[in-house]
């Protein structure tokens, strides 16, 4: 029932059994494989790019109807950044292609490692975050295949950035008594001191960022290659 699907009674997250979590990854690895292909298509573009805000207003529209705290709300987590970025954000830009780093990246954990929200399945939350990661990964994956610049972003940059952003996260979980960037309770450690979940979270989210960056420039020097390597076989 509607009712159900949107209601605020918070219960437990949803359990996910091994059936699901290959369906998850499958269709993640899909695509992942279908972007590579399609995306230099515009009507594949435009259909991903019109899901993240179909999913975006719905689930904000749910924020702001049932007047949602602003402990949870705000548009303040790392994929949550990265969809709004790519969807809003014109043009090219360092900072663009730094939240398509940042959303390739984020999307890939989020969808290997579902933390959803504590409703009963199927409900609004659930929907965005199942449909926002994955609209959210074709959207970076787009973007890096048809923008990325090798020399736009040092790895530096990239670290220093996501220091600067999650040193503000923190500061607005000391206002809002928020989670944001899971800089408050992270799954993964419990119970540290705030500095020490700050460095951990900033240099899990450093390192996928790294790989990410490697990866996208690698093969786009592959792609570069390409029309030299037929020529010389022609």
């Known amino acids: 029932p509607m009712k159900d699907f949107l209601t605020t009674t918070q219960s437990a997250p949803p359990a996910i059994s091994l059936g699901w ?70 043009g090219k830009s360092r900072f663009k292609q730094y939240f398509a780093l940042l959303g390739a990246s984020g999307a890939f954990f989020a969808l290997v ?21 994955y609209a959210l990964w074709v959207n970076a994956l787009i973007y890096l295949f ?32 928020g989670n944001y960037g899971l800089l408050s309770e992270p799954p993964f450690i419990t119970g540290s001191p705030l500095w020490v979940i700050y460095l951990a979270v900033s240099l899990v989210l450093i390192a996928a960022l790294l790989v990410a960056d490697f990866l996208v ?3 786009k020097a592959k792609q570069a290659l390409r029309p030299q390597e037929i020529y010389l076989e022609n």
């Open 21 to 90: 979590f290959l369906v998850i990854v499958g269709l993640l690895v899909a695509l992942g494989w279908t972007s590579l292909r399609k995306y230099g298509d515009p009507a594949y573009v435009k259909t991903f790019r019109i899901i993240q805000i179909i999913q975006l207003t719905v689930l904000y529209t749910w924020y702001v109807v049932y007047s949602l705290p602003i402990s949870n709300s705000l548009p303040l987590y790392h994929c949550r950044l990265a969809m709004f970025a790519l969807v809003l954000w014109p």
């Open 113 to 133: 490692y579902p933390v959803f929200d504590p409703y009963d399945f199927p409900h609004v939350t659930s929907f965005s975050f199942l449909v926002g990661h």
């Open 146 to 177: 048809k923008n990325y610049q090798p020399n736009l972003l040092k790895r530096w940059q990239l670290a220093v950035i996501t220091l600067a952003i999650n040193a503000g996260l923190v500061l607005v979980n000391m206002l809002t008594g």
């Open 217 to 219: 420039a690698n093969w």
